[in-house]
């Protein structure tokens, strides 16, 4: 619907003026532009510079990743799940082997446990830096801050590498613990690397948190009320942002989160700056639990022996878990009718719930803060297009 | 569960509620609500001060095509004379219909999960079920979703296009019988199979 078309033509003359020429224009924004950060698009009217309309489109990268889980066994769809959101492929491997752990009653071991907390930190590091550099590059800092998150999130990609065998598609996890254990020295270059991360955040954030470009392009702009954050199920650093105490490590304690010591940062305005403010202060958090788990890594086996890689064919039931994954709550919902390959199995994307309220967001802004605003959402088209 | 139940019964007289058990070790029962007060209850698990089901987690379809269920039945029978007990193989057939799930938690009171289902009459013209987005936002995509891939329609849904799939796009794909169709693009070999496929797809009287 074109929105010029809505106003009556004899009634033209009738119509206010407004800023720019007087009309209203349609704009989309996307499936190609270097600020959607993957193929997305936005049906943004404009009136003059100023939003008054926005709808996202997405589906571009639709390839029915539940389909082709349901078409083949449990553990099948276990490398898939790394597709999903390509940045933080081990929460997406935890999140689905929890769900079926759920399912068929399987114990984790202690150290398959502390080895999924680290590595899903690390992720989470990783996550944070990058989204934060890529948010700098959409408000026109080209390229700098993002090559400084880079050059921290090779680091931890080189680990990734060596403890998986891959740097970005892990497939690490495997139903009741992990596929494989750690390298000789892992734990010492792993220790190194952490303890280096606050170096970097001290660096990146003396450039960065009293700027005054970005405050002046981040603050009050795209302010989140808390409750109807709430009410449109965002989650993640997002809805901390705002101000809710909702943290799945803290509520939920899946896994051993309760044994670590850790705040959960919240913002109160809501804005875009307290998006981009949490996630550097979860950053911290996640470097102290990663101390507290390297330290206390204990030995012992790293998976179930009641797990079977093959043929698993869980009693029938269904199954819903869920965890802190570091774009907000990822979920896997599960049913079973005691085959061997999942009758229902459906992703709960935290990308795709969040992008509800970026209209609401947007509204009456600046067309050049919507670039800001999605930055500070941050998506990852794979996860929302699924 | 039995306890929320108890409660949305009391406040709202004549609502249908069942609760579906789950054998798996998770032991998640879900709640199964009749359609005609699926709005009101949901108001009500928002809303009621010691529940607060403020959050809507996740929202999905579920198909369930016609199903064959075999149970075993007992018969008493007279057998020369003598009343005895058999059992009996039974065939029934359960009638196909299609589901939306919503996980509920509470971000307030931090607990949960309660689960809803809604169920359709059957799974082609009875397809309708009252949406929940006027209580939770963040049903707006997920049943959007659900309508694109399953086919469930949402009365009450502010904005209800297809989501995924383009536009004039005419079947649902994560239907139990859904088929694929048979469009792709091929590299033209000279194995029979391929060429027959050639020949069904572009018919040779069709390119002149």
Known sequence: MSAAAA???????????????????????????????GVFRMDVVLDGERVVKLK???????????????STS???????????????????????????????????????????????????????????????????????????????????LDLFESLTGARMMCNYMRF?????????????????????TPRFLDEFERFLTDNEILMARTQHVGVLRRDLAINAGVTGPMLRASGVNYDLRKVDRYGIYDRFQFRVPLGDHGDTYDR?????????????????????????????????????????????????????????YLIS?????????????????NLTVLEDMCLGHLVADVVVILGSVDIVMGEVDR | MEDIKAQIESALPGVRLDILPNDSPSGQRSLLVGNAH??????????APDLRFDYCSNVTGVDWPDAELTGKVKVKMLLDGVEKEFEEVKKTVRPGFLEAVYHLYSMEKKHGPVILRLRTG???????????????????????????????????????????????????????????????????????????????????????
């Open chain 1, 74 to 156: 449990y553990l099948g769809s276990m490398p898939y799940t790394d597709r999903l959101d390509y940045f933080c492929s081990l929460t997406n491997n935890w999140a689905y082997a929890l769900a079926v752990e759920k399912l068929t009653g399987l114990q984790v071991p202690e150290r398959a446990d502390y080895l999924r907390v680290i590595t899903a930190e690390l992720t989470r590091l990783q996550n944070h830096a990058c989204l934060v550099g890529f948010l700098l590059q959409d408000m026109g800092a080209s390229g700098t801050p993002l090559m400084y998150a880079f050059r921290e999130r090779e680091k931890i």
């Open chain 1, 276 to 332: 981009y403010m949490i996630r550097v202060l979860e950053m911290r958090e996640s470097v102290k639990i990663l101390q507290q788990a390297l330290a206390a890594i204990p030995e012992g086996p790293i998976i179930d022996p009641k797990s079977k890689l093959r043929g698993l064919r869980p009693k029938t039931g269904e199954v819903y878990a869920r965890i802190e994954a570091p774009k907000g709550e990822l979920g896997f």
């Open chain 2, 122 to 208: 059957n799974r082609t013209d009875d397809n309708h079920l009252p949406s929940l987005t006027p209580v939770w936002r963040s049903c707006e995509f997920q049943e959007r979703e659900i309508f694109d891939l399953f086919g469930i329609v949402f009365d009450g849904h502010p904005d209800l296009r297809r989501i995924l799939m383009w536009e004039g796009f005419k079947d649902f794909p994560m239907r139990k019988d859904y088929v694929e169709p048979d469009d792709y693009e091929y590299e033209p070999t000279a194995h029979d199979e391929v060429l027959a496929k050639a020949r069904r797809q572009f018919p040779p009287e069709a390119k002149a």
């Open chain 1, 176 to 196: 009741g613990g992990c596929r494989c254990d750690l390298p000789p020295g892992w734990l010492e270059q792993a220790k190194k690397v952490v303890d280096e």
């Open chain 1, 7 to 37: 106003i009556p033509s004899q009634h033209w003359e009738l119509v206010p003026k407004r800023e720019g020429d007087g009309e209203l224009l349609e704009v989309a924004m996307g499936p190609h532009h270097p600020s959607t950060h």
């Open chain 1, 56 to 70: 996202p489109v997405f589906g571009y990268l639709h390839r029915n990743h539940e389909k082709i889980a349901e």
């Open chain 2, 38 to 47: 699926a709005l009101a209850v949901a108001r009500f698990l928002r809303d």
């Open chain 1, 337 to 353: 009718d005691g085959g061997p390959k999942p009758y229902r199995y459906r992703v709960r994307p935290p990308s795709l719930v």
